[in-house]
């Protein structure tokens, strides 16, 4: 029985092949707006992301806060008071005026200053948060040449009570008390009390408590070399101001991940695991970890030989630090791999789609949401299991879980087998395509732009011959 026509409208009875070629181009339109659909529950993972960071965040404060926090460390400076005494000074008018006796405290810094941290590392856990902390080690060495130093116009400085200074960013990470040698001769220093106990800075950490010890009778017509010694705790971070006119920094420590920042970067740095490399003193126990040094020249730390102690905050960018940081953070790497959600969910929806072009099913726009939902879920297990079980355990699982689920989905809406082991084989690429792009970070960006230009190039291939207006084909 023939179909018959009416000019300028489709058949009345179309062919179950024609349907679905009438339905392409619109159906392809669909499909993408159901892949962008898809960031508004990606969005809300994403907030429960920054919740589960806010609240790691909170707990690394209060670990931290325990145990010292980021500590920077101050070596050894003296200081030494002076005294402007009061004078009469004439204005234009001639008028005489009182101006009062002025006070303050001058830095002597070191001509040169060696500084050797050696830090022994620990992960401190609260719940499912883990927290990396440390007990350092260091020790500074200072000479000092007195000769240069000179009074501010009009000022006497008073020699009897100079001080040997120094400084820490939270002196309950103190584990024993700050011991110095000047010329051989041993003393402690306390929480200074003269002048000011606490100093801010412009480094990291922000603060600074304050240590000194007198140092009577000091003959500035000599030079004095001064050894200091800390043993401290803290956590997160370690770092040193260049304390000297020329400063040398050693920072050591079995961190495996360690992050070289501050004002400087180091002009070495080792890693333990590299046979190439020498331990040096101190060093002989520790299996893994780092050695960065640094030198900082008289030019390069951009502050005079003698400064007045209110302009000592300054000092906090000549920092030199080494930041303990976690590769396998999950709140970190969840994070890069939900920025590339719309992606991966665009494409495993044209991979539905090709397979729905290329066959003879038809799928409901609700089963592309079920498909997009099962996407998004993965994220919750692998944000879930990360923080019990590691990044690359929680992603096994997680993807193992998701590409055989929306793999065994395809075998089953298309009724085939062969099918079902293409899409497996498709979405496990796919999901191995993520996880590299959360371990290879400097190459994300290509690796992504790649792969979606050869899957884009795929789909136009395979769907080359496809009626996207679903128009009928004229024949003779």
Same mark, same amino acid.
């Given at each position: ?276 490399? !020498?331990? #040096?003193?101190?060093?002989?126990? $520790?299996? *893994? ?5 640094? +030198? =900082?020249? @008289? &030019?390069?730390?951009?502050? !005079?030989? #003698?400064?007045?102690?209110?302009? $000592?905050? *300054? ?5 030199? +630090? =080494?930041? @303990? &940081?976690?590769?396998?953070? !999950? ?6 791999? $939900? ?8 494409? =495993? ?128």
């Amino acid at each position: 029985m023939s179909t018959t026509s009416t000019p300028g409208y489709p058949p009345q009875n179309p062919s179950p092949r024609q349907i679905i070629s009438r339905s392409k181009g619109t159906k392809l339109l669909i499909v993408c707006i159901l892949a962008v659909l898809m960031s508004v529950p990606a969005g809300f993972v994403f907030l429960l992301l920054l919740d589960r960071t806010h609240r790691a965040d909170e707990v690394t404060r209060e670990i931290g806060g325990l145990m010292g926090g980021p500590q920077t460390f101050l070596g050894p400076v003296i200081t030494v008071p002076y005294v402007a005494p009061p004078k009469v000074e004439t204005d234009a008018n001639g008028v005489k005026s009182v101006v009062p006796a002025q006070t303050g405290n001058l830095v002597v810094f070191p001509v040169t200053g060696k500084a050797v941290a050696t830090s022994k590392s620990e992960v401190r856990s609260r719940s499912l948060f883990r927290v990396p902390v440390y007990t350092t080690d260091l020790h500074f060495t200072a000479h000092f040449d007195l000769t240069q130093v000179k009074a501010p116009t009009g000022a006497m400085l008073d020699w009897s009570r100079a001080q040997l200074l120094s400084g820490a960013s939270d002196s309950r990470g103190a584990r024993k008390d700050i011991t110095a040698t000047v010329d051989g001769q041993a003393m402690t220093l306390a929480p200074a009390v003269e002048g000011a106990q606490s100093l801010n800075t412009d480094s990291g950490s922000g603060k600074l408590d304050l240590f000194s010890t007198p140092l009577a009778a000091l003959d500035t017509a000599k030079p004095y070399d001064v050894s200091l010694d800390m043993s401290f705790t803290g956590a997160q971070k370690i770092g040193v101001l260049a304390y000297a006119k020329s400063s040398e920094v050693t920072l050591s420590g079995d961190w495996n991940t360690p992050s070289f920042g501050g004002g400087f970067l180091p002009a070495t740095r080792a890693f333990h695991h590299d046979q190439q490399t !020498p331990l #040096v003193k101190g060093e002989e126990d $520790l299996k *893994s970890g780092f050695r960065a040094t640094w +030198s =900082v020249p @008289f &030019v390069a730390r951009g502050l !005079p030989a #003698v400064i007045n102690l209110d302009s $000592l905050s *300054s000092l906090g960018k000549s920092e030199l +630090s =080494v930041a @303990f &940081v976690e590769n396998t953070n !999950p709140y970190q790497n969840v994070g890069r791999s $939900l920025k590339y959600a719309l992606l991966f969910v665009g494409l =495993v929806f044209l991979t539905y789609f090709v397979f729905e072009s290329t066959s003879k099913r038809e799928l409901h726009p609700a089963q592309y949401i079920l498909i997009g939902l099962t996407q998004i879920t993965f994220y919750l297990l692998l944000l879930s299991l990360a923080e019990r079980i590691g990044f690359d355990l929680a992603f096994l699982a997680a993807a193992i879980a998701t590409v055989g689920l929306i793999s065994s989905y395809a075998g089953m809406v298309f009724k085939s087998r062969l099918r079902g082991f293409a899409a497996l084989i498709i979405f496990s690429l796919l999901y191995g395509m993520i996880y590299t792009l959360m371990r290879m970070e400097d190459y994300a960006l290509l690796i992504g732009a790649v792969a979606a230009f050869v899957v884009i190039a795929t789909v136009m291939i395979l769907t080359r011959n496809i009626n996207w207006y679903g128009k009928e084909t004229e024949t003779a």
